[in-house]
């Protein structure tokens, strides 16, 4: 009787289970029809025993309609729901009871997620899973994970002195804050001397690195203190210039001036967050134009991201200096114009996904970006920054009369210049420094003139 009751219990539990999973599937298969997307779902459909398939979406993730579990295209759970998880194996345990195991839905993940037609980056990946058995060093840093020609899903690895200028396009959202964190948990455990200066002027992506010891200024966080620190990178790129000149005048970057001095420098790492905003004012732009130009050669690199790479907000002669550029999720075609031609197609709307433009490579490769927990990332940087004050303003002497100034003389000192799309060089001649009140007013004198962008 007991036995005949438990058998009696198990169909029911089982045609309860199915009875739930169908109508379940059903609501969902309703749904993505409504959005017009049925047909690029990959559907296996449910086996002899009423156990339902697999079903791949459109961004590539795998869900298992048995427990609406969620994997990436590398086989992760990226989501479970617990309670559908525990019908799940109600299901798989009246299955083995009653006819044994004969596989189903779940034994559908391996050759889904091994089908060698259709190779699929994930669609997160942490920065130690990217990072594998290797430490970072300067020399090797992962950007993100990419697919090689086989199928495979492998790091995509640059050293700083490759990297140089990095600009990152993408709009809220779309991974660029998250990326920027996962590099900086790299440099984080450099063993190698660097020090970092940080520009935030936009939001709080950096709040928790505040006293980071690797900060060479407290973090700028208006425009005022931006302009402050990044006068300070092109002074120090000037005074990088008069050594490689006495020391070293064969050395053609940092890493060749280190081999032939006995005083070594340490690069430097300016990361600008939402850049591109700070360059459509005027106030500011020209800052961030010399932090930019001519600086790179000299160990001081600037990591920039931005929502927009349209040529009207970074104009050519700051977008030639950035021989990195990862561009993300963009509201228009037009706003990833700093990335140059991208392979043709969407590119899909999972955080972190984007095209990146290496030195290197003729065509962009499309990679996803690694991620690092807050948390994770506070825990890992050691907090006894930063190593100074923020820097005080040089505005020099007689520097207002700037606006005394002939138009006939500044046109002859600007048609003197070596290099005329060096705006660093007319100050030199004018013996003013690249910001302040006097930096301002040339700027918009010769804007005026028509001599400058």
């Known amino acids: 009787m007991a036995a005949a009751y438990v058998a ?21 298969l309703n749904a993505f029809e409504q959005r017009s997307t049925v047909k690029a779902l990959l559907h296996i459909p449910a086996d002899e025993r009423g156990r339902l398939g697999m079903i791949r979406l459109p961004g590539g993730a795998i869900l298992n309609m048995d427990s609406h579990a969620r994997f990436d295209g590398g086989g992760q759970v990226v989501y479970a729901d617990p309670v559908l998880e525990r019908l799940d194996r109600i299901d ?3 299955l083995a009871l009653a006819q044994g195991p004969r596989g189903g839905a779940q ?3 391996p050759e889904l997620l091994a089908d060698p037609s259709a190779p699929r980056l994930p669609t997160q990946i942490s920065i130690l899973d990217a990072l594998g058995m290797s430490t970072p060093s300067l020399d090797s840093l992962v950007l993100g994970v990419t697919l090689s020609e086989d199928g495979r899903v492998v790091p995509v690895t640059r ?26 948990s790299q440099i984080a455990m450099c063993k190698e001397e660097i020090e970092v200066v940080l520009v935030d002027v936009h939001g709080a992506a950096f709040n928790l690195a505040s006293k980071w010891s690797k900060l060479r200024y407290p973090i700028a966080r208006n425009n005022d203190q931006a302009k402050l620190v990044l006068e300070e990178v092109f002074l ?15 050395a053609e970057d940092l890493a060749s001036y280190n081999a032939l001095v006995e005083e070594p420098l340490c690069p430097w790492l300016v990361v600008i967050d939402e850049g591109t905003l700070m360059l459509s004012d005027s106030s500011i732009a020209g800052y961030v134009s010399n932090a930019v130009q001519g600086t790179r050669q000299y160990g001081l690199y600037v990591f920039m991201t931005g929502q927009t790479g349209n040529a009207t907000v970074i104009k050519s002669p700051i977008r030639s200096n950035f021989p990195t550029r990862v561009c993300y999720t963009t509201e228009k075609a037009s706003m990833a114009a700093a990335l140059g031609d991208t392979p043709p197609g969407d590119l899909e709307e999972i955080p972190g996904r984007g095209w990146a433009r290496l030195k290197g490579h003729k065509t962009p490769i499309m990679m996803q970006a690694p991620y690092i927990r807050r948390k994770d990332f506070y825990n890992l940087i050691e907090h006894e920054g930063p190593m100074n004050q923020m820097p005080e303003s040089k505005e020099v002497e007689g520097a207002g009369k700037v606006s005394e100034w002939a138009d ?29 009140a006097s930096w301002v007013k040339l700027n918009e004198r010769m804007i005026r003139l028509g001599k400058w962008d």
Not at 15 to 22: C, D, I, K, P, S
Not at 159 to 184: D, E, N, R
Not at 236 to 250: I, N, T, V
Not at 419 to 424: A, P, Q
């Open 236 to 250: 120090e790129s000037e005074r990088r210039a008069e050594l490689f000149q006495e020391r070293a005048p064969l």
């Open 159 to 184: 050293s700083l002195y490759q990297l140089m200028h990095l600009l990152a396009i993408g709009i809220t959202g779309s991974g660029k804050s998250t990326w920027l964190l996962s590099f900086l």
């Open 408 to 436: 006939d003389f500044l046109i002859d000192t600007y048609n003197h210049l070596s290099d005329k799309n060096n705006k660093s060089e007319m100050c030199r001649k004018l013996n003013i420094p690249t910001g302040g």
């Open 92 to 94: 798989r345990r009246i």
């Open 107 to 109: 034994d559908a993940v």
């Open 8 to 28: 009696g219990r198990y169909v029911y539990d089982d045609v309860m289970v199915r009875r739930f999973q169908h109508k379940t599937f059903q609501a969902k």
